[in-house]
């Protein structure tokens, strides 16, 4: 399926559904993903895909369907309302979204907690139940595209909204070796850090510290893995949150942005030699766990991988 075929909805696509969505089975099952940018957005086609194939065994999920909203913070929760009033079985947040939904939510994993970010919501009969497979997700990627393992390694993360509160959880829970998280707004930057350090998920035997990327201390690890978990890179002109000639080496570079899929910073590692990834695999993976959570089934991952893959190639 090319991404062409993905349209992006609207609240007011919303407030009219599913009358807007043309043939699809009025009495299908819908999921969608919600954002603010969304277009770049493969998780329809990958998700999509998944569906297609479970339908194989399963011919129920030939009436589910994914689609991708663009939701402004100011609207989420009236979308969130919409959106479990029409009976959406399943949402992923993206950009802006993560942190936000939590304060509007009645019920959430421990993960969720720890890391005041969700990424996917399950359908109740009161509301919705929170969960993170962020976390899952970038373990997941990390050991499959750079063979690391976050347990005993020093980790420079970037960011300090939805994606990089997981990505610090994950870390700790790992344990990593040490976390130092740059983040340009200090005050962002020192609510994290101090939030983390409250949380189950901090182990006494971590170095935690925070720093500003402009002006990186010299006291980073060398032997890092440098994780962006901001969103600077989705655009094409924008520049990289850290000038990768300032850290020691050696170093691995794992940005979560995964369109374009070579960021600024991206393309510095492949000028310095040091191993990179982008977040393809970090969106599979993340989405296959909630697709789990969804339906109760193990998810396509080959399926899904081929997907995005095939989407990426014609972007």
């Not at 919600?34 to 770049?40: T, Y």
Request: glycine fraction near 8%.
């Amino acid at each position: 399926m090319h991404v062409a075929t993905e349209p992006t909805y609207t609240l007011a696509d919303l407030e009219n559904w599913p009358a807007c969505v043309g043939t699809w089975p009025s009495d299908g099952i819908a999921l969608a993903v919600i954002g603010h940018p969304i277009a770049h957005s493969l998780s329809p086609v990958m998700h999509n895909a998944a569906l297609a194939n479970l339908a194989k065994t399963n011919p129920g999920f030939a009436r589910w369907r994914y689609f991708k909203f663009d939701i402004s913070p100011d609207d989420l929760s009236r979308a969130l309302s919409l959106f479990h009033e029409k009976k959406f079985r399943g949402l992923n947040l993206t950009v802006p979204h993560k942190a936000l939904v939590v304060p509007l939510l009645h019920a959430t994993d421990d993960f969720v907690q720890d890391a005041g970010a969700a990424n996917t919501l399950r359908l109740t009969k009161a509301w919705w139940q929170g969960y993170n497979t962020d976390g899952f997700g970038l373990s997941a990627a990390l050991r499959e595209d750079l063979s690391v393992e976050l347990t005993g390694t020093p980790i420079i993360l970037l960011g300090a909204g939805g994606a990089a509160r997981a990505a610090a959880v994950e870390c700790l829970r790992a344990p990593c070796a040490s976390l130092w998280i740059g983040n340009r707004t200090q005050a962002s930057l020192a609510a994290l850090v101090a939030g983390l350090k409250q949380s189950t998920a901090f182990p006494a035997s971590v170095k935690l510290e925070g720093f500003d990327p402009a002006n990186p201390p010299d006291t980073l690890p060398a032997g890092a893995l440098v994780i962006n978990a901001t969103s600077l890179g989705l655009k094409a002109d924008e520049g990289s949150p850290l000038d990768l000639a300032k850290i020691p080496r050696p170093a691995h570079v794992y940005d979560m942005i995964y369109r374009p899929p070579q960021t600024a910073l991206l393309r510095q590692a492949a000028l310095l030699g040091l191993p990179f990834a982008n977040g393809l695999s970090m969106l599979v993976h993340q989405g296959a766990r909630s697709l789990e959570l969804w339906t109760g089934e193990n998810a396509p991952v080959k399926v899904m991988h081929q997907a995005v893959r095939a989407a990426s190639s014609l972007s």
